[in-house]
């Protein structure tokens, strides 16, 4: 059985500087169900202003 010391850094940081930097933050996934709705609205702002544009 091989026996390990306790690694504190990240061990895919070989250079010493990256080695003693932070670990990069996570990132936080919104689950929110409305990013269709704003898809829509932002597509519907931009034809209406396009097709205002063309006519005036």
Do not use: C, W
């Not at 026996?3 to 930097?21: G, S």
């Not at 996934?29 to 202003?49: H, K, N, Q, Y």
Request: aromatic share 12%; proline share 7%; net charge positive.
């Amino acid at each position: 059985m091989i026996k390990r010391r306790l690694v504190l850094t990240n061990e895919a940081a070989r250079h010493p500087f990256r080695q003693r930097m932070a670990p990069p933050p996570r990132v936080a996934v919104r689950t929110d169900g409305d990013d269709d709705v704003r898809l829509f609205l932002l597509s519907f702002a931009a034809f209406f202003t396009a097709i205002y544009g063309f006519v005036a």
